[in-house]
């Protein structure tokens, strides 16, 4: 399993996602679930994946196979909507293709994944690219979008992210819920990827890498940690305390 969040803000995206890939207690890898096109200069976008490895990876190299000559690619589709609809669309040829050759396989191939950018003279957005092709978009009511190992690291952001604040606070805000995926599942870990983009600049501001001992990682979970237990402490006590 994995973990990813894009978070859409009126100043720009978030986004942040885990490397870990676990085929069972036994058999843990380390993979990359942030992918970052060349695409031409008019237009930015950043494809997270979660699910079946082999599905996404092979989503993944169709994409860049199609940018370095397809007639239908990330360049020549002229808006992000439409992009996602062509990623859901090699996800599901990807899926049937597997699952065509196994029986057993049908169910086990299924990937999600979360489409950011912004094409120039148009907004920036996130959509959420669902394994049976269909997509959502992140909109200011719901400015977060989540795939894999979701439940755990949405309490944070229901409470702290709104469609105003800042791509750092929301930066710090991704990395806590990511934090909060690690210690409740074990299939959620590092190195975690972190990538920061302000609206119409069509480039990343930051992108970041924290391995499990990086100094800020764990200055950040700590300090959350602390947080916590002092709030917890002060908490109203029942009348019979």
């Not at 196994?102 to 086990?108: R, T």
């Not at 979360?114 to 400015?143: D, T, V, W």
């Not at 190195?191 to 001992?213: H, K, M, N, S, T």
């Amino acid at each position: 399993m994995t973990y990813c969040v894009a978070i859409r803000l009126e100043a720009g995206l978030v986004f942040c996602s885990d490397s870990r890939t676990s085929a069972g207690v036994d058999d843990v890898s380390v993979y990359s679930k942030m992918h970052v096109f060349d695409t031409a200069p008019d237009r930015f976008m950043v494809l997270l994946s979660a699910g079946n490895l082999a599905t996404t990876q092979a989503v993944t190299t169709r994409l860049e196979r199609d940018l370095a000559g397809g007639q239908r690619n990330l360049n020549s589709i002229g808006h992000l909507d439409e992009i996602a609809r062509y990623v859901g669309e090699l996800s599901q040829y990807v899926q049937s293709d597997f699952s065509g050759q196994s029986e057993q396989a049908s169910g086990l191939m299924e990937a999600s994944f979360i489409l950011g950018g912004q094409i120039q003279g148009q907004p920036h957005e996130a959509f959420m690219i669902y394994p049976q092709g269909n997509y959502i978009a992140a909109s200011r009511a719901k400015p977060f979008l989540q795939i894999g190992e979701t439940k755990y690291g949405k309490p944070i952001l229901d409470r702290m992210i709104s469609s105003e604040i800042t791509l750092e606070r929301a930066g710090r805000c991704a990395m806590l819920s990511m934090d909060a995926s690690m210690r409740s599942n074990l299939s959620v870990g590092p190195p975690i990827e972190l990538l920061l983009y302000q609206a119409d600049r069509l480039a990343p501001v930051q992108r970041l890498l924290y391995d499990a001992d990086n100094p800020y990682l764990k200055a950040l979970s700590g300090a959350w940690a602390e947080g916590l237990n002092r709030l917890f402490a002060d908490l109203p006590r029942f009348d019979w305390e």
